[in-house]
């Protein structure tokens, strides 16, 4: 098996004799052989190792809608992959299966930076995607991943719940391209019993990437019926956004399906997330998505000025493509917030084709 005592970062050893990792808010001081709460970052006598450092539950060709982002070189191909574990314990995790995994064995997929590298440009992917479990507890495995590819033209994109301290977080987003951070909701009491964490550094995280960094931003929040879906926690959400961030970050409310520890909720209503959408439009975003679901409307990108369709979508299929190289409308030459390549290919469209490493 690939190295699993690879050194990590970002810790320091408290008086008391135990030993603090300073990745993220929850502050794991752990003794001799346990692991923080991510599962997959552990002391071992006097130092830190990250145990899944070259090792993932898989790699897949996505679209980038799949992410999603909508804004950021759309119809591109993205290869993804996840490791093990995460640092937060939410009850309705939508890939609990890989975050929530205590098998390090199921690990089989092995893949050193440079391979993963070499294998997005040979897929032909703009991008290469740390996703499925939170790439915050693998930070030095991305961030070197993200090295590989930057230095074959290949993009770095982070999927991500944006729970991380400062330090980390500034040499984390220096070796990104994009990210989507996952807003799980609005309350940090939603925060607190439902994911075993606090909303303020997520949001100290969102200002940060639209201030400080050149990193592409946009924003998921799953819906879920009866906890984080009423229109007055949804409505002082997207006026946070349009006061903190401005109108131009998109904005994507998901779907929920019944997993995990919330089986008892039912599935999230088409209708609620139309709802959403017209109050975030309302509130003066201008690109606001539905996911999860068939819906072209919610799918779709608009001019901001002139409202005229400019990149029609059906859950993962581009129907039509109308946004100019330099990234503007074609009708009334305003600019489109995003990244866009010079010349549109043949969208990507909604496959995901499994793909296997092969190491160098």
């Given at each position: 098996?690939?190295?699993?005592?690879?050194?990590?970062?970002?810790?320091?050893?408290?008086?008391?004799?135990?030993?603090?990792?300073?990745?993220?808010?929850?502050?794991?001081?752990?003794?001799?052989?346990?692991?923080?709460?991510?599962?997959?970052?552990?002391?071992?006598?006097?130092?830190?190792?990250?145990?899944?450092?070259?090792?993932?539950?898989?790699?897949?060709?996505?679209?980038?809608?799949?992410?999603?982002?909508?804004?950021?070189?759309?119809?591109?191909?993205?290869?993804?992959?996840?490791?093990?574990?995460?640092?937060?314990?939410?009850?309705?995790?939508?890939?609990?299966?890989?975050?929530?995994?205590?098998?390090?064995?199921?690990?089989?997929?092995?893949?050193?930076p440079q391979a993963i590298a070499q294998a997005a440009l040979k897929a032909g992917c703009k991008s290469v995607a740390f996703t499925y479990n939170d790439?915050?507890?693998?930070?030095?495995?991305?961030?070197?991943?993200?090295?590989?590819?930057?230095?074959?033209?290949?993009?770095?994109?982070?999927?991500?719940?944006?729970?991380?301290?400062?330090?980390?977080?500034?040499?984390?987003?220096?070796?990104?391209?994009?990210?989507?951070?996952?807003?799980?909701?609005?309350?940090?009491?939603?925060?607190?019993?439902?994911?075993?964490?606090?909303?303020?550094?997520?949001?100290d995280t969102l200002k940060y990437l639209k201030y400080e960094t050149d990193v592409w931003v946009e924003i998921t929040t799953l819906l879920i019926p009866?906890?984080?879906?009423?229109?007055?926690?949804?409505?002082?959400?997207?006026?946070?956004?349009?006061?903190?961030?401005?109108?131009?970050?998109?904005?994507?409310f998901t779907a929920f399906h019944p997993d995990y520890k919330m089986r008892d909720i039912h599935a999230t209503p088409p209708a609620t997330l139309t709802?959403?959408?017209?109050?975030?439009?309302?509130?003066?975003?201008?690109?606001?998505?539905?996911?999860?679901?068939?819906?072209?409307?919610?799918?779709?990108?608009?001019?901001?000025?002139?409202?005229?369709?400019?990149?029609?979508?059906?859950?993962?299929?581009?129907?039509?493509?109308?946004?100019?190289?330099?990234?503007?409308?074609?009708?009334?030459?305003?600019?489109?917030?995003?990244?866009?390549?010079?010349?549109?290919?043949?969208?990507?469209?909604?496959?995901?084709?499994?793909?296997?490493?092969?190491?160098?």
């Amino acid at each position: 098996m690939a190295d699993t005592t690879y050194p990590a970062r970002w810790w320091h050893l408290n008086d008391d004799g135990r030993m603090q990792c300073d990745l993220c808010p929850r502050d794991c001081k752990l003794h001799e052989g346990q692991r923080g709460a991510c599962f997959v970052r552990q002391r071992v006598g006097d130092e830190m190792v990250l145990t899944t450092y070259g090792r993932s539950s898989g790699f897949c060709i996505d679209p980038i809608e799949k992410k999603p982002l909508n804004h950021f070189y759309p119809g591109s191909s993205i290869l993804s992959f996840g490791t093990a574990g995460c640092n937060l314990a939410c009850k309705f995790c939508q890939n609990w299966d890989i975050s929530k995994s205590r098998d390090m064995d199921r690990l089989a997929d092995q893949a050193t930076p440079q391979a993963i590298a070499q294998a997005a440009l040979k897929a032909g992917c703009k991008s290469v995607a740390f996703t499925y479990n939170d790439p915050v507890i693998f930070a030095e495995y991305a961030m070197d991943i993200a090295d590989a590819c930057h230095a074959v033209g290949v993009k770095a994109v982070a999927v991500t719940a944006g729970y991380m301290h400062a330090a980390p977080r500034r040499e984390f987003y220096a070796k990104m391209d994009a990210a989507n951070v996952d807003l799980k909701a609005f309350t940090d009491e939603f925060y607190f019993k439902q994911c075993a964490a606090h909303l303020e550094p997520v949001l100290d995280t969102l200002k940060y990437l639209k201030y400080e960094t050149d990193v592409w931003v946009e924003i998921t929040t799953l819906l879920i019926p009866g906890k984080n879906d009423s229109s007055e926690e949804i409505t002082t959400e997207c006026q946070w956004i349009r006061k903190n961030l401005g109108p131009d970050v998109p904005v994507h409310f998901t779907a929920f399906h019944p997993d995990y520890k919330m089986r008892d909720i039912h599935a999230t209503p088409p209708a609620t997330l139309t709802r959403a959408r017209d109050i975030a439009l309302k509130a003066g975003l201008h690109h606001v998505y539905t996911g999860n679901v068939h819906d072209e409307r919610g799918g779709s990108t608009y001019c901001p000025s002139c409202h005229a369709p400019l990149i029609l979508r059906d859950w993962y299929r581009i129907d039509e493509y109308r946004v100019t190289a330099k990234g503007k409308c074609p009708d009334c030459g305003a600019g489109i917030a995003g990244r866009y390549a010079e010349k549109f290919g043949k969208p990507f469209g909604p496959r995901r084709i499994p793909v296997t490493i092969q190491q160098r």
